[in-house]
T-cell receptor, first 111, second 110 residues
Framework: DAKTTQPTSMDCAEGRAANLPCNHS???????VYWYRQIHSQGPQYIIH???NNETNEMASLIITEDRKSSTLILPHATLRDTAVYYC????????????FGAGTRLTVKP | DVKVTQSSRYLVKRTGEKVFLECVQD?????MFWYRQDPGLGLRLIYF???????EKGDIPEGYSVSREKKERFSLILESASTNQTSMYLC?????????FGPGTRLTVT
């Protein structure tokens, strides 16, 4: 699976958009980009995933560059409850279930 | 809502004890997973299972075994617990594109 690089930590003001970057320059054609987050003392939670096109759901938007070497997770109006570690994961194919979690980005939303 | 439950939130065991960590999911998922999470190392996959009685090794299976006798239940077994197995253990079940995690079991081996 492709490696990902994320900043160790980021801050965001409450109510503003949080933009979390992820580099995955060695991604191959059949690899998807996934985002999970882990709030303190809880298990990770799925957020969103995509292959080529930008994706949006009720939690977030995922913007994937045209060359697919990087992506950005956008939380449009961050709240204090969005404070968590965010993991960007790249994995093979649609049916391969083994996720590989890296260190992630610790996002702190401040009042 | 999908529910993944783990038998204990906190567990303290002695070195050499046999330890069972239980995980139950209520969504009829075929796929279930066991991870451990340690500071600075992130989540690491121990074992996973695609079906009843089927299991596959993950990245760090040494010192662990698993059992999947029923679809909804996936057990992680530490045959002889050691202090380096002190960790947070997370169970997950899932669809091909989404995993649901339990709350975790913090195991301390003394």
């Amino acid at each position: 699976d492709a490696k990902t690089t994320q900043p160790t930590s980021m801050d965001c003001a409450e109510g503003r958009a949080a933009n979390l970057p992820c580099n995955h320059s060695t991604i191959s054609g059949n690899e998807y980009v996934y985002w999970y987050r882990q709030i303190h003392s809880q298990g990770p939670q799925y957020i969103i995933h995509g292959l080529k096109n930008n994706e949006t759901n009720e939690m977030a938007s995922l913007i994937i560059t045209e060359d697919r070497k990087s992506s950005t997770l956008i939380l449009p109006h961050a709240t204090l409850r969005d404070t968590a570690v965010y993991y960007c994961i790249v994995r093979r194919g649609y049916n391969n279930n083994d996720m590989r979690f890296g260190a992630g980005t610790r996002l702190t939303v401040k009042p | 809502d999908v529910k993944v439950t783990q038998s204990s939130r906190y567990l303290v065991k002695r070195t050499g004890e046999k330890v069972f960590l239980e995980c139950v999911q209520d969504m009829d998922h075929e796929n279930m997973f066991w991870y451990r999470q340690d500071p600075g190392l992130g989540l690491r996959l121990i074992y996973f299972s695609y079906d009843v009685k089927m299991k596959e090794k993950g990245d760090i299976p040494e010192g662990y075994s698993v059992s999947r006798e029923k679809k909804e239940r996936f057990s992680l077994i530490l045959e002889s617990a050691s202090t380096n197995q002190t960790s947070m253990y997370l169970c997950a079940s899932g669809l091909p594109y989404e995993q649901y995690f339990g709350p975790g079991t913090r195991l301390t081996v003394t």
